[in-house]
């Protein structure tokens, strides 16, 4: 359980949330629903006179699901990136914090909680403009929101690692471009991966995106099956759990004097 310094981190981050709520509302919510009207709805037209997804499911309800979890990889992935440096280098709420009984596995656990915070309530505002698109097949659909907030962590975990490592700020634009966009783009959210050259398809299957957006798809659809459902959520759970363990030891080989 976090200990009273990662709640503390925690409210900390909460409180300062209060004041650019609305901004962060454009990127985590705001986005991804316009881009689902116009890929689910405008595209999705298109696909469906066509031969259509695989399964003879509507585009708007296989998009759906994978762009639901795929804004949970971007925000938390953005709320450890700059963040994370800030409180390391600029703002230095890490040091201050380091000077009371806290520990950096305390500070690791209060980041976590405030992104899980920001995941899952992003993830449910946007559950409710899918259910509103009627872009649902299964009531197991309100387990997307639990998927999203796996993999905003497996994403979260390992890029605070990366962030407590960094001198610089440049790194953040190679991680977006070199391998958040490319897992966007080819980790099962437009098509199936296995539409992808075979390499490729090895590839999309080893990061967490897909498996995050494979067991959302599985339940919003309810086409879910117990086995690769235990084995996407174990795969998760390894990320978050790795990338913590990394962090901490980031910051305490930074911190820690």
């Known amino acids: 359980m976090p200990g009273p310094a990662a709640w503390s981190l925690f409210l900390q981050r909460l409180t300062a949330h209060r004041h650019y709520w609305r901004s962060s509302a454009i990127g985590s919510v705001l986005e ?26 509507g585009y708007l309800a296989f998009l759906a699901p994978g762009l639901l979890v795929a804004a949970a990889m971007q925000t938390a992935t953005g709320e450890s990136s700059y963040p994370v440096l ?32 920001r995941v899952t309530s992003s993830a449910a505002a946007f559950l409710l403009v899918l259910l509103a698109f009627g872009a649902a097949r299964s009531p197991l659909v ?19 690692a990366l962030a407590a490592r960094l001198e610089e700020d440049a790194a953040f634009a190679a991680l977006q471009r070199f391998l958040l966009v490319p897992m966007f783009l080819f980790s099962g959210t437009f098509f199936p991966v296995e539409q ?8 999309a299957r080893a990061t967490p995106l897909w498996h ?12 879910v099956s117990a086995g690769p459902a235990l084995l996407h959520v174990g795969y998760l759970l ?3 759990a790795a ?11 930074r911190l820690v004097r």
């Open 196 to 203: 992808l050259p075979a390499v490729l398809q090895g590839i």
């Open 238 to 240: 390894l990320w978050t």
């Open 86 to 117: 800030g409180a390391i280098k600029w703002d230095r709420t890490y040091e201050a914090l380091l000077a009371t009984p806290a520990r950096p596995v305390d500070l690791v656990a209060g980041h976590l909680l405030y992104v899980a915070f």
């Open 32 to 57: 991804p629903v316009l881009f689902l009207a116009a890929m689910g709805l405008v595209l999705g037209s298109l696909v469906d006179r066509g031969p259509g997804v695989p399964g003879g499911v």
């Open 212 to 223: 995050g957006v494979t067991l959302a798809r599985d339940l919003a659809l309810g086409t």
């Open 142 to 160: 309100v387990l997307t929101v639990p998927v999203a907030l796996l993999t905003g962590l497996a994403f979260a975990a390992p890029v605070t």
């Open 243 to 253: 990338g913590a363990v990394l962090a901490a030891r980031a910051l305490t080989r």
